[in-house]
């Protein structure tokens, strides 16, 4: 069965410095997401990417934060200057075009990003 | 406002018991609805989902209640076995397949 798959599992970085988190969806997907789960809490959604832009974001997606997809595979989610709140887990999700009515969001396995 | 902490509702069910978790949904407009299945370490696995349009939907195993009137959903999982042990959240949706909000989440443990 395909799958969303994310790299790195873990990612430690320093306050301040920069991180960037990967994802590849479902190849045929055309929706790709970022939620945000923190440890022991619920999972928080970011954004919405479609068509090569963002469709929708929350309060969470700041200007600290930028996705991007570089290629015809990757998308990636970008923080510019990380904080110690930024320490959670990191999920990529992609969904089918939703014309034909609500779409399931398939998910990876996550990026567990600490911050230091 | 959103009610978060560290630690969630527990169900613990003995091994070839039914299961029944619960979830309130606060936005009547929603018209989707997922329930998702979180084990450790790993993301959020899909399980089943409801539209609006209906108030139960079967899988294997796996049955999805929908009440609009009170707007609850419940996740029924028969014959419940050790792999069902997990975090189970349900999720809805508004507007076509964008901003899933999901719930509080569930812990289930199944006992031997």
């Known amino acids: 069965e395909p799958e969303v798959t994310q790299t790195p599992s873990h990612q430690v970085t320093q306050m301040g410095q920069e991180v960037i988190l990967r994802c590849v969806p479902i190849s045929n997907h055309l929706y790709f997401y970022w939620y945000r789960q923190i440890l022991g809490q619920k999972v928080e959604f970011l954004v919405s990417?479609?068509?090569?832009?963002?469709?929708?974001k929350s309060e969470i997606f700041d200007d600290q934060f930028s996705v991007e997809r570089p290629d015809g595979s990757n998308f990636t989610l970008k923080i510019r200057s990380t904080k110690l709140e930024d320490s959670a887990m990191y999920f990529c999700?992609?969904?089918?075009?939703?014309?034909?009515?609500?779409?399931?969001?398939?998910f990876g396995d996550g990026t567990r990003l600490s911050i230091l | 406002g959103e009610s978060v902490g560290l630690h969630l509702p527990t169900l613990s069910v003995q091994e070839g018991d039914n299961s029944i978790i619960n979830c309130a949904y606060s936005n009547s407009a929603s018209d989707y609805f997922i329930w998702y299945k979180q084990e450790s370490g790993k993301g959020p696995q899909f399980i089943i989902d409801?539209?609006?349009?209906?108030d139960k939907r079967q899988g294997q195993r796996v049955t999805v209640l929908l009440n609009k009137t009170v707007k609850h959903l419940s996740l029924q999982i028969a014959a419940t076995q050790p792999g069902d042990s997990a975090v189970y959240f349900c999720?809805?949706?508004?507007?076509?397949?964008?901003?899933?909000?999901f719930g509080p989440g569930t812990r289930l443990s199944v006992l031997p």
């Open positions: 999720a809805e949706n508004n507007n076509y397949g964008q901003n899933f909000v």
């Open positions: 999700a992609s969904s089918e075009s939703p014309d034909r009515g609500n779409q399931p969001q398939h």
């Open positions: 990417f479609y068509n090569n832009e963002i469709s929708e």
């Open positions: 409801i539209r609006s349009n209906m």
